[in-house]
């Protein structure tokens, strides 16, 4: 997560956090839809194959990473070779028995045309670990006509070393729902992750001594986030040549503070996180590693002239919001979306000239690491709901700095009391880290305008 520079005081929070998402520590090769088995092609060594993977056994292509890659030589992935009946592994080869004697015949006639090619596995011949692909270089082959089978004399080889460039398609399926714990969850398949947590009542969450304190009285945050994208990387140049991440999210958060200040208190900004929730990894080994994170944090924009007991409460709920994130080019980014229902109350005890405005914020960050740290990068989306609360004491001859969200003019004047103007400001900005950072939506939403007598 990114944030301004702050003058930050933090307390201890034991917070009740709860997180859930897809597992895809079971993701697994099968064949892309691209191929039929069926199809005598297939046995032709060529340079364009498509690597699939999804979660546990379906071939859902809503629910799947596809890797298409341009081979430095031509390639047969031999899971897509129907007529191939069984393949067996040894220290220096792969013996390939096939179903017939026309299919052996097929392959005897085309494989000796090259001086050499690439065999790729599917982790089901017992050559790789479990869910993980090989990749073998032919540099021999030793025809057995009599029981159909070829004995291929190999060398292993890593992605990086066979590939010339790499695009991968992650997809997903939308979907929201939100249950009776009021915890939001997505209710189908795909590349999506959730947490939630209550803060303890009346927890301190920020100070700053001797004068002030800042207690959340109920605090409680819940969000979700599907996520689907898409990069190309070209390997001899190690360029990243497309990056992009489509974002769906909902999130709830409801917040009241209780702001004390008891003496004049210059103009800070205050920052307090509860966590990170880490969901598993997207891995595909010697492809990528794609690693999300989920934070939030509670903090408030604070200053006065003098002593101010104040209460600020904010409900926020969004369930529509769309960003599409462009790490190679941040004009193309931008989000539609993120109507927020709102609902808040304040009650101030105290009154000097200053404000007193929380936020919250939550993080979606992705971070992208392309065959085995040859290329990271790491970017994300803040979205940030602030009421913003501005007090105006009558006569009042010392200002602080005001709330930078309040932009209409004053619709009351008071002579013997204080003015609160409250506003809801809700902001989403997205950035990669070490390259830029951009506003994809801003909104300010006028509340109240009101005159309190002392």
């Not at 270089?137 to 009599?146: A, G, N, R």
């Not at 209710?187 to 959340?216: R, Y």
Request: net charge negative; with cysteine; charged share 15%.
């Amino acid at each position: 997560m990114r944030f301004t520079p702050y003058l930050t005081c933090f307390a201890s929070l034991a917070a009740t956090a709860i997180g859930a998402w897809n597992n895809f520590t079971d993701l697994r090769p099968v064949l892309a839809p691209r191929y039929d088995v069926n199809k005598n092609s297939n046995m032709m060594p060529i340079k364009n194959i498509s690597l699939y993977y999804t979660l546990g056994n379906s071939i859902d292509p809503l629910n799947s990473i596809n890797i298409d890659l341009l081979t430095k030589k031509p390639a047969i992935l031999l899971e897509a070779m129907g007529s191939v009946r069984q393949v067996a592994c040894t220290s220096d080869g792969l013996t390939i028995t096939f179903n017939g004697t026309s299919a052996f015949n097929r392959a005897l006639a085309i494989w000796p045309l090259y001086d050499t090619f690439y065999l790729v596995t599917n982790g089901l011949e017992g050559c790789d670990a479990q869910g993980q692909r090989g990749l073998y270089e032919v540099t021999f082959l030793i025809w057995e006509d009599v029981i159909n089978t070829v004995i291929a004399r190999v060398t292993k080889r890593n992605l990086a070393s066979v590939t010339d460039s790499m695009h991968v398609t992650f997809s997903h399926v939308q979907g929201t729902m939100q249950n009776s714990t009021r915890n939001i969850t997505f209710d189908e398949p795909g590349i999506n992750f959730a947490s939630n947590f209550s803060l303890p009542k009346d927890q301190e969450i920020f100070s700053q001594a001797p004068s002030f304190t800042a207690i959340a009285q109920d605090g409680y945050l819940s969000d979700a986030a599907i996520v689907r994208g898409f990069f190309s990387y070209d390997v001899p140049s190690a360029q990243l040549q497309n990056l992009w991440f489509d974002i769906d999210a909902a999130f709830i958060g409801d917040l009241s503070v209780i702001f004390n200040l008891s003496a004049p208190l210059d103009n800070n900004n205050y920052l307090f996180s509860p966590g990170e929730f880490f969901p598993s990894a997207i891995h595909v080994p010697e492809a990528f590693n794609l690693k999300p994170t989920l934070r939030w944090a509670v903090g408030a924009d604070v200053g006065a002239v003098g002593p101010i007991y104040h209460n600020s409460n904010i409900t926020t709920e969004i369930n529509d919001g769309h960003a599409h994130i462009d790490f190679v080019n941040a004009d193309n980014s931008h989000a539609v979306g993120w109507s927020p229902r709102l609902a808040s109350a304040v009650e101030t005890a105290e009154a000097a000239t200053g404000h007193a405005s929380p936020f919250i914020d939550f993080t979606i960050e992705l971070a992208l690491d392309v065959m085995d740290g040859l290329y990271n990068t790491t970017g994300g989306i803040t979205a940030r709901p602030q009421f913003v609360n501005e007090l105006n004491v009558a006569q009042s001859q010392t200002r602080v700095r005001k709330a930078n969200r309040m932009i209409w003019p004053r619709n009351v004047t008071c002579t013997n009391g204080f003015e609160l103007r409250s506003a809801f400001n809700f902001s989403v900005n997205a950035y990669v880290t070490g390259s830029w950072e951009k506003t994809l939506y801003n909104t300010t939403v006028p509340i109240a305008d009101e005159c309190y007598r002392f």
